[in-house]
Structure formats: C-alpha cells, structure tokens
C-alpha cells in the first residue's frame, strides 16, 4: 500500500515501517506477499506497538525525525481511496503532507503543538490492554473460555479501542468484516462517536 | 504452577490461589517479577517503591499479587481458575514516554522472521503505520 510512496522518497533518506497488528503472521502473510514491498512490515501479534504508542484503530501513522523523535502524533492515514465511500477519508492531502516533510518542505510539528495533538492513554486503556494481553495468551495456551472473559472485559473497559474489540475477532472466531463487526460499528458510529479520529486539518 | 506474563516474557511461579486472589512466596516474586522487600520498600535492579501506610504486603512471608501490582501502579489482569496473569504498564509510564516525544523503541520481526529495532533506523525520517488484515 506505501511502496509508490517508499520508492519516491527513499533516497531522501525516508523509510516506511509497516506494522501488522495481526493474531499471526499467517493472517498478514496474503497481504504482504500481494503487496511484495521493500520496506520493512513487522508484525505485532501481542499489539507491542500498540501499547507502546496508545494505538486504538488502524491504520493509524506516526511521522519520526531522524533523531528518533515524534513529530507528527498518531493520525489515521490511507494509502489509497480504496475505502473512501466507506471512511470518508482521501489519501490525497496527507500524502502529500507526508512527501513534504520527507523532502524538507516542512519540518512536521513543533514539540508543544505534537504534545497538543497526542492523545495519552488512561489506567483504563492500560488496564484493557493488560486484559487483552492475558486474553491472547490464554487464547495461545488453548484456554478458550477464560480468553474469551478477558477479550469481553478489554472491550468494555476501552470500547473505543478497536484494535482490541475488532482486532480480538479473528482469534475468537468472529468475523472482523461479518455482521458481530457491523452491529458494534453501527452502536458506536450511531451514539455519536466517530471510529476513524483523524488530526484536525492543520499544516502538518 | 501459576504463570505470570509480563514485559513481553512469561514466567511459571509457584503460587497459592485463594479466593480468587494469588499469593506468592518472596522468592517466586523475585523470580517472577524481579522485586524484593526492604524495609517496607519494594526494589528491583533499578527502582524502589515504598509501600502505602499500612500496608501488610510480604506479612509472614507471603505476597499478594493484586496489591504488588497496585504498589507498583501497575495494571494487573487476572485469572485465577486459568493459573495465569498479566501484569502491564500504567498509564503514568506510557503518557510520561510518548509526552517526551522520545519514539519508544521496539523490536518487531518481519515475515521472513528477521528482527528489526526502530531505533536502528534512526539518521532516516520514518513513516511508521500500524494496520491489519482486519
């Protein structure tokens, strides 16, 4: 999905690195054979990255300087408009935010302005990631029921993150595109709240 | 044997279950998460931690789980019927390292299996986007 992008801007010194937030590597295998990239994809079964960066929904991009700082917090970016009549979102302008920066156009955000638009995570997202870490385990360790408890209690604690309630699916057997995905969708979308959060539209 | 994950590792301990509460030894506490009392203060290599007023945690030689995790403000997910837990890092921790900006550094393999740091691409603009086959 980044290659074009990864081969404009490779000789500037600009990397891609794709993350698979995926119960094994067997289910991102398809996707990244198709794909054939050059750039790294890791995959994060255990959503290391996930914790790390307060991650919720995918896709989800961070913009890292060369000196290994964040200088564009986590924003929902597409690579393509595959999923625009879906997401409402065009690749288009951040993209093009993206080349900017690689080519020294821009520098990305100010240290106060990223601290501005992070979102930090609370005792509560920590505490569903910790059910999620206990629940991937047991699900590992063939212990499907008590998995199952943990998966449920990670989802009602942090309802909004969707790499623990969506991206729990597949381990448990449950279609993560399939009619359980749509009804949680639709409650969520429907009370109001949105399931993509994207930066406000600033200079980037 | 009752098992603790924790930091990306797991560990089989030997612990008491009661009451849906887990109990360990200080020795299965060292061994399972690296911390030991002194002096009503918890340690590891690199910290210490006091305990709160009042509190009874290493009484008679026995730790419980639920209270280590609290001490040490860390989440703690539970199942005592499964014999395992997972003990995660707090809120205070994660906001304290993203708020540096400093991007936090990971180690992740490719499909091929071959292991790749974040920070070793440091000297490059990296353009890093979490997605899933779901």
């Known amino acids: 999905m980044w290659q074009a992008l990864y081969d404009e801007l490779r000789d500037l010194r600009f990397v891609v690195i794709a993350i698979a937030l995926d119960k094994s590597a067997d289910d991102a295998r398809p996707w990244i054979e198709k794909a054939a990239p050059t750039y790294p994809v890791l995959i994060d079964t255990q959503h290391v990255v996930a914790d790390l960066y307060n991650i919720v929904n995918v896709p989800t991009a961070l913009w890292i300087d060369e000196r290994g700082r964040i200088v564009r917090p986590n924003d929902v970016v597409f690579g393509t408009d595959t999923f625009k009549h879906i997401t409402n979102l065009e690749s288009a302008r951040p993209l093009a935010a993206v080349r900017a920066w690689a080519r020294g156009e821009t520098s990305g955000f100010a240290a106060s302005e990223t601290r501005g638009l992070q979102t930090l995570p609370t005792a509560l997202d920590q505490q569903a990631r910790a059910e999620f870490g206990l629940a991937e385990w047991l699900a590992r360790h063939g212990a499907r029921d008590a998995a199952e408890r943990h998966f449920v209690r990670a989802g009602e604690l942090a309802p909004h993150d969707f790499t623990i309630r969506r991206g729990s699916m597949p381990i448990r057997g449950i279609d993560p595109m399939g009619p359980q995905f749509r009804e949680m969708l639709q409650a969520w979308v429907g009370g109001g709240r949105p399931y993509y959060r994207p930066l406000p539209d600033t200079r980037g | ?134």
């Not at chain 2, 837990?85 to 180690?107: H, K, M, N, W, Y």
């Open chain 2, 1 to 134: 044997m009752f098992t603790i994950i924790e930091g990306g590792g797991e560990r089989p301990v030997d612990a008491r279950v009661e009451d849906g509460r887990v109990r360990l030894s200080a020795d299965a506490l060292r061994e399972a998460l690296g911390w030991e009392l002194h002096d009503g203060t918890l340690c590891n290599d690199t910290m210490c931690v006091p305990l709160p007023a009042g509190s009874r945690l290493g009484e008679g030689g026995v730790f419980d789980l639920g209270e280590v995790a609290a001490t040490l403000d860390r989440p703690l997910a539970l199942d005592a019927e499964a014999g395992a837990a997972f003990v995660g890092v707090s809120a205070g921790e994660r906001a304290q390292a993203l708020g540096s900006l400093i991007a936090p550094d990971f180690t992740l393999s490719d499909l091929a299996g071959r292991p790749h740091m974040l920070s070793s691409y440091r000297g490059r603009k990296v353009f890093m986007v979490a997605w899933a086959s779901w």
